[in-house]
């Protein structure tokens, strides 16, 4: 079965400080990882993808993920949180050519 | 507007009407999925479609939901005779199957509210 766990559901960070939100998955092959964000009352915003190279990818908004395959790991991180990053973060596993599976979501408080 | 559009975007009915939602996905998208979100979770996937074709519907929560894609271009989901649990947001989102662009783009969501 697949699936994706958000071992953390609220994160806070202080403004300027490095971030990072934590996503594990279990999928069946090589999958397709991503990182969406969500504002209140709005849909989800794609943030970056890993579909295969290097381990380290990088997306929208100077928010970059690290694939690590033996730990089955795709965390989210970015080196300065600003207080405009707070919002809810979802991780999403898609298994080759199948539907998206996504976790229960992380909320980030990044503090002034 | 080059996005996912989804209409209307507040729905308010009531217990056992029956009610259908409208996704217009990106022009050149050949995939298009239904998710349902509630409170403090995440997405839940119900259906998709590739073209005009519903490659998995399974997930859909019962038989008073169902979907359609008559042509390949803009979705609708209904749900009849709705309960106060149906109360989410439903989420439309659109990709391209094929290729590197393999990412899904959401439309801003449907919120259902049963009363």
């Known amino acids: 079965a697949q699936s994706v766990a958000q071992p953390e559901d609220q994160v806070n960070v202080a403004e300027g400080n490095p971030l990072t939100v934590k996503c594990t998955y279990s999928v069946s092959g090589n999958p397709y990882l991503f990182w969406y964000v969500q504002y209140p009352n709005r849909g989800l915003q794609f943030l970056l993808k890993?579909?295969?190279?290097?381990?380290l990818v990088k997306g929208s908004y100077g928010f970059e993920a690290e694939f690590n395959k033996s730990q089955t790991s795709f965390h989210l991180k970015k080196p300065s949180a600003l207080v405009s990053d707070s919002a809810l973060y979802f991780c999403a596993v898609r298994p080759f050519g199948n539907q998206f599976y996504f976790g229960t979501g992380t909320s980030l408080t990044v503090i002034p | 507007d080059t996005g996912v559009s989804q209409n209307p975007r507040h729905k308010i009915t009531k217990r056992g009407q029956n009610v259908t939602f409208r996704c217009d996905p990106i022009s050149e998208h050949n995939r298009l999925y239904w998710y349902r979100q509630t409170l403090g979770q995440g997405p839940e996937f119900l259906t998709y479609f590739q073209n005009e074709a519903q490659l998995e519907k399974s997930r859909l929560l019962s038989d008073r939901f169902s979907a359609e894609r008559p042509k390949g271009s803009f979705s609708t989901l209904e749900i009849q005779r709705t309960e106060q649990g149906d109360s989410a947001m439903y989420l439309c989102?659109?990709?391209?199957?094929?290729?590197?662009?393999?990412?899904?783009?959401f439309g801003q969501g449907t919120r259902l509210t049963v009363v």
């Open positions: 890993y579909i295969t190279g290097d381990n």
């Open positions: 989102a659109s990709s391209f199957q094929g290729g590197a662009n393999t990412e899904a783009f």
